[in-house]
């Protein structure tokens, strides 16, 4: 069983544990868009991560409103917090105190099979869910793809290969991921990125996201030499005392190109 199948299968006993999201709405700052955003300008999707399967714990003391604050103020093109529980220490809470604290959209970052997870992410406040090609049928990511547009959200699609962008295509995902992370085996590489953007569509209408194991900025510099129009980054930013400084040398980089 890969890591991945685990994670899956745990997911689904996690989900029958879930109660119907109510109905009464608490309040949330008014998001903008990623696609918008990332269309105007190249960006960092900064990442709430405590802990991970790959690194354990990565910073499990963080004060996650004040990172996500940090993240914001240095310019982050949007927030991504992990929810889930078991292999990454996260929670739905954690989604909705970001989700509260700023105005950039906000990604529930955690491994959806089924539209109550998507109903959750969206009442905690969350904009973009992620959808992971490797993780569903064809069929189940079709409806949840469906669904969560349906309710207003932003979907980001993950791939990893040539064959799972033809997917992504197929379903005319506007927010594509390319994961340099196998989350069948861990392996991290980010010519990943160059190696499939190379049969990207740069029409205008999707925007490709470089996802996992950046770490300097020469790396985002490489993403986004590549083609990518966003950078999804963890661990170098919940590790670095200085995250807005990160963000924005990622970005001046950019700027200065
Ligand atoms: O910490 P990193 O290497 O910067 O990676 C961030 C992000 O890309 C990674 O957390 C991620 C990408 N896709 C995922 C799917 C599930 C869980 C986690 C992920």
Not at 52 to 66: H, L, N, R, T, W
């Amino acid at each position: 069983m890969t890591i991945l199948e685990k994670i899956i299968a745990t997911k689904h006993e996690e989900i029958k544990t879930y109660k119907p999201v109510q109905s009464d709405t608490i309040h949330f700052p008014e998001k903008s868009k990623l696609l918008q955003r990332l269309q105007e300008k190249k960006g960092v999707i900064s990442e709430i991560k405590r802990a991970s399967p790959s690194k354990g714990d990565i910073q499990m003391e963080v004060d996650i409103v004040a990172q996500a604050k940090k993240y914001e103020e240095a310019g982050a093109a949007a927030i991504s917090v992990l929810t889930d529980e078991t292999y990454f220490k996260g929670s739905i809470d954690d989604l909705r105190e970001v989700a509260q604290a700023v105005s950039i959209p906000v990604l529930c970052k955690d491994f959806m099979v089924s539209e109550i997870q998507i109903d959750r992410a969206q009442y905690a406040g969350g904009t973009i869910i992620l959808l992971i090609v490797a993780a569903l049928e064809k069929q189940q990511l079709k409806s949840l793809n469906d669904y969560a547009l349906s309710k207003g959200l932003e979907v980001l699609v993950e791939v990893h290969d040539e064959q799972e962008l033809g997917v992504a295509l197929e379903l005319d995902a506007k927010l594509i991921g390319i994961n340099n992370r196998n989350l069948k085996t861990f392996d991290v590489s980010i010519e990943r990125t160059a190696q499939l953007a190379e049969n990207f569509p740069f029409d205008g209408q999707r925007v490709l996201i470089s996802e996992s194991g950046m770490h300097t900025k020469e790396d985002a510099k490489f993403a986004y030499a590549s083609g990518a129009s966003g950078i999804l980054v963890g661990e170098a930013l919940m590790r670095s005392e200085d995250p807005g400084g990160w963000i924005r040398q990622a970005t001046s980089e950019e700027a200065a190109k």
